[in-house]
């Protein structure tokens, strides 16, 4: 099965990309979830953040990790926003705190990731795909892009439109990939593989429907191995992973090009 795919390169000094089991002291993921990832094209076509969910859940998302993995950790002073009796408090009048030494501020660490660079592929509802080439050619977004935070703020490029074809094994993969799709790995080349557990899409309510094991090389080489259901651009030679959502829970609703993209 052949399918239309567009790809392209973001990258920034910063991201963040948290993990869903810290609180306290935000860990980040070492790549954009898929469910990030359908964000960061929202905010490219202007999508309003009580729909852009349910619209590019008609996507299908790859993504390619282009720069080596580095984490950091620093600290963060973050307004103190209990009031004296427990309500919410955004100001910075330490009269109406609610602690006992009126902390104005409240330090915490955070992890960022350093320099990250992705490529992002997707494929699926043409009406979408069209729309993307109004914009990503022409360096254009409705919306600022960032990595996962609004203060990092990314930068983007367009690598191509290109042809991929569904090959039922392959011996290298260029994507994340799930566990679930890996038959072997082959360890004779010097790589640096890990594994996280990522959310894969969310509902129209935002809540997280799929979780998944994925497999990565940290410095961005492809993977060496057996790996199965994967797709071959035929133009680049890359093989990759597309995470798509079930076709029962994506949406029915027609999505209509934006008058202001030509």
Do not use: W, Y
């Given at each position: 099965m052949a399918c239309r795919i567009i790809a392209f390169d973001i990258w920034g000094e910063l991201a963040h990309f948290r993990r869903f089991f810290t609180t306290s002291s935000p860990l980040t993921f070492s790549f954009p979830p898929p469910t990030t990832v359908r964000g960061?094209?929202?905010a490219i076509l202007g999508l309003q953040k009580n729909e852009y969910i349910e619209i590019t859940n008609r996507l299908s998302i790859g993504i390619y990790i282009t720069s080596p993995i580095r984490k950091l950790?620093?600290?963060?002073?973050?307004?103190?926003?209990?009031?004296?009796?427990?309500?919410?408090?955004?100001?910075?009048?330490?009269?109406?705190?609610?602690?006992?030494?009126?902390?104005?501020?409240?330090?915490?660490?955070?992890e960022f990731l350093k320099d990250p660079g992705y490529r992002i592929f997707v494929a699926g509802d043409e009406k979408l795909l069209d729309s993307l080439l109004n914009y990503l050619p022409y360096h254009k977004t409705e919306y600022t892009v960032s990595l996962g935070l609004s203060e990092c703020l990314a930068d983007f490029k367009f690598t191509g439109e290109f042809t991929a074809e569904e090959v039922e094994e392959t011996s290298e993969i260029h994507s994340v990939i799930p566990t679930r799709?890996?038959?072997?790995?082959?360890?004779?080349?010097?790589?640096?593989?890990?594994?996280?557990?990522?959310?894969i899409y969310m509902n129209a309510e935002r809540i997280v429907q799929e979780y998944d094991n994925i497999v990565f090389e940290t410095s961005g080489k492809p993977i060496k191995g057996a790996f199965k259901n994967v797709f071959h651009i035929k133009e680049t030679g890359e093989n990759i992973h597309l995470f798509t959502v079930p076709s029962q829970q994506m949406s029915k609703r027609s999505f209509e090009k934006d008058a202001k993209s030509g």
């Open positions: 960061i094209i929202g950790r620093t600290g963060l002073n973050i307004i103190f926003t209990k009031r004296n009796d427990g309500k919410f408090e955004p100001t910075l009048f330490k009269d109406k705190k609610g602690n006992d030494k009126k902390n104005v501020r409240t330090r915490i660490q955070v799709k890996i038959k072997n790995i082959s360890l004779s080349n010097q790589i640096k593989l890990a594994k996280e557990r990522i959310p």
